[in-house]
């Protein structure tokens, strides 16, 4: 992929901090975005990566979102992207597969993404182009083939209603669908059928795209430029990335990785069998329980910061963001999405989040340059 262009600043998700009215999400982010931009961005706006929860974009009204412009312009902040995946309460009580919900085949969803679509138009930097990341349909479990046509038309009524707000606005604004493991589509070969089953028109489709999550691919043991070149191939085109990590052991003792288990988020696990085979598992105390044998590694779905490449317990999956943050587009949103703060072991938090920010931040704009 090229590299001419203007470099678009590493940002980072909000999805970090904990909120989920308006009011609460704005606090979280005066609180914290300035002293990072101050650090990693002080020449020109810091395009931070919002998230919205459904209740929030019910509460930003239009008074509501005229101010919040207001005050992002006095801060020197902007914002290209938001996070419309998690829905309800993120943080602090167990959210696991609940995160999926609702999901597209609940009107919900749609509604949702036009909402925050319609606050983004009035919020996105001119010239810029918009993303809304969403859930990848829905989690699999539970969701049969015979819904997926009602979901593809679900798909199709936002895509057109983006192409009337372009037109309306002069903005655009894309859907930005993020695999997940455990999920409709979790490889990136999934992700390319995807594209191709929504089959809307060219000048809707040109309002769809991938957020590409790193932990997520590299939980499916792809390579990097394989994933990117299989997308490019398909005119299939990412407009956001999530930069994040996961965990790595090598050998098949899951046992290690029991510190890992915690009651909030779900922690996908893949096992690479010897012979290459993958088998996956919805969360690491599945994993555990199953005591699968003829493992030559696992790989679960747990955010580590980004600038740690080993642990006493295992590796990471560092080395993916290391081949596959050079490849993108200098002017693509980067988003570091270290969410697990709350979760992580205490030795793992050092320092507070805010300089954990930034120093993910300044290890993934030196990781895209090598």
């Not at 992002?72 to 943080?91: D, S």
């Not at 920010?357 to 290890?363: D, F, L, P, Q």
């Amino acid at each position: 992929m090229g590299r001419e262009g203007t470099m678009e600043p590493v940002t980072y998700c909000t999805n970090i901090h904990p909120g989920e009215s308006f009011g609460e999400i704005c606090q979280g982010l005066w609180d914290h975005a300035p002293a990072v931009a101050a650090a990693v961005c002080p020449d020109r706006p810091f395009p931070v990566g919002l998230r919205l929860s459904g209740r929030a974009s019910l509460e930003c009204d239009a008074e509501a979102a005229r101010a919040f412009a207001g005050e992002l312009a006095a801060r020197n902040l902007a914002v290209r992207t938001i996070n419309g995946f998690p829905y309800g309460r993120f943080h602090d009580v167990p959210v696991k597969e609940a995160v999926y919900r609702p999901d597209w085949r609940d009107p919900e969803r749609a509604a949702y993404a036009l909402r925050l679509a319609r606050l983004l138009a009035g919020w996105l930097p001119e010239g810029a182009t918009g993303a809304i990341s969403t859930v990848p349909l829905g989690f699999r479990q539970g969701f049969p083939d015979a819904d997926l046509p009602a979901v593809y038309a679900s798909l199709r009524g936002v895509l057109a209603a983006l192409a009337a707000l372009h037109e309306e606005t002069g903005r655009r604004i894309r859907l930005a669908v993020e695999a997940e493991p455990g999920c409709r589509i979790e490889t990136t070969a999934e992700m390319a059928a995807f594209f191709e089953a929504v089959d809307a028109p060219p000048r809707h489709m040109a309002h769809l795209c991938v957020c590409y999550d790193c932990c997520h691919q590299a939980l499916q043991y792809e390579d990097p430029a394989e994933s990117l070149a299989l997308l490019a191939a398909r005119g299939i085109e990412v407009g956001q990335v999530q930069v994040s990590s996961a965990l790595h052991l090598d050998g098949g003792d899951l046992t290690q990785l029991a510190c890992f288990v915690e009651p909030v988020y779900l922690h996908q696990a893949v096992a690479r069998l010897q012979g290459g085979e993958l088998v996956r598992f919805d969360d690491l105390p599945k994993a555990l329980a199953a005591r699968l044998s003829g493992v030559e590694s696992w790989r679960v779905h747990f955010h580590m910061p980004i600038f740690i490449e080993s642990l006493p317990q295992c590796a990471t999956t560092q080395a993916f963001l290391r081949q596959a943050l050079p490849l993108f587009p200098p002017d693509t949103p980067l988003e570091v999405e270290t969410y697990t703060w709350s979760v992580l072991p205490p030795q793992l938090t050092a320092g507070g989040v805010t300089q954990s920010i930034i120093r993910e931040i300044a290890w993934a704009e030196a990781a895209r340059r090598a």
